[in-house]
């Protein structure tokens, strides 16, 4: 805000800085955790799912919540979440890892609960990587805000000076604002010259290990599918964590499935999950859930068999 008055007064001026104290965008921009949250839970608030988050070990660990499971599917949430976080680029965070599970009481050390018992803690879990922003256009971003503030912090003096004066000033500040831009746009370029393939082989490695990661998940999801298959007897107690495993195998197979044979494989490993889910026994800590997770994946099953009729 500038007060202007042609008495003779000085400007009065409020910094920009404060503004930027209830900038909500801002500080999530800048990495703000609880920025990010308040701004996840606002995108997300129709659909009934509740984030909460912590930055551990370079990894910002994400815990969406919600009363149903449908509420929890994971390709819309993961595309809604990635969607949001990218257009936010917080500032030193890449790697996110999405957790979903049931709502449940307040928890203070929910990621020390669920790291204890990964599979009986949660539906799913997902690791994403955030695209890499630009390097010259944050240089930019950031050139504009810093210019901002300095224009504001230093706006020139208005009391009565003659016009020659109040030009040389103004234009000191152009001036200097000018060499600011040129000096950023040249380093900008020379750090993206230099270390730009760099950043992309980083990126690629990140691709690579999500990839080698995945190839692992889905061995032991043949070994267990094998061992169904041939009639092997799992414990009951090991029956929920098991058809949980295969389930969060079943949806990373179906986000590449196209052919007709893909379709009736991802098919019969939704109903084997199913199988799993209905033999758990009335007396297990989780037989309500174990019950709405069966129809769920005898459903995706279902889904399934008709896009492998419907392809080639």
Not at 2 to 15: C, D, E
Not at 52 to 68: I, M, N, P, S
Not at 256 to 261: G, M, P, Q, R, V
Request: hydrophobic share 40%; glycine share 2%; charged share 20%.
């Amino acid at each position: 805000m500038i007060l202007l008055k042609k008495s003779g007064f000085k400007a009065i001026t409020t910094s920009p800085m404060v503004d930027r104290i209830n900038d909500i965008a801002w500080q999530a921009h800048q990495g703000s955790v609880a920025a990010i949250i308040q701004l996840l839970n606002e995108k997300l608030t129709k659909s009934g799912v509740r984030i909460r988050a912590v930055f551990a070990d370079g990894v910002l660990q994400l815990l969406c919540e919600a009363a149903k499971v449908e509420q929890l599917e994971q390709s819309s949430l993961v595309e809604q979440i990635q969607h949001t976080l990218e257009s936010i680029a917080p500032r030193h965070i890449r790697r996110i890892k999405i957790n979903s599970r049931i709502v449940r009481e307040q928890q203070l050390l929910w990621l020390t609960e669920i790291d204890r018992d990964r599979d009986n803690q949660l539906l799913w879990s997902q690791e994403i990587t955030l695209a890499q922003p630009n390097v010259l256009k944050q240089l930019i971003q950031d050139l504009q805000e810093a210019q901002a503030e300095l224009g504001q912090a230093n706006l020139p003096d208005l009391s009565p000076l003659n016009n020659k004066a109040k030009q040389k000033k103004v234009s000191k500040v152009k001036l200097r604002s000018a060499f600011a831009l040129c000096l950023l746009l040249s380093l900008g370029w020379i750090f993206y010259s230099q270390f730009g393939e760099q950043l992309k082989n980083l990126a690629q490695l990140d691709n690579h290990n999500s990839l080698a990661t995945a190839n692992t998940k889905r061995k032991e999801s043949e070994v267990l599918s094998n061992a169904v298959n041939n009639g092997v007897s799992l414990q009951s107690d090991d029956s929920f964590a098991a058809a949980v495993r295969l389930a969060n195998q079943a949806s990373a197979s179906g986000k590449t499935a196209t052919s007709a044979t893909q379709w009736l494989e991802l098919a019969a490993m939704w109903q084997r999950a199913s199988d799993l889910m209905n033999a758990v026994p009335s007396n297990h800590s989780r037989y309500q859930e174990a019950k709405i997770r069966t129809q769920l994946y005898k459903k995706y099953s279902e889904t399934a068999q008709k896009e492998a009729d419907k392809s080639p």
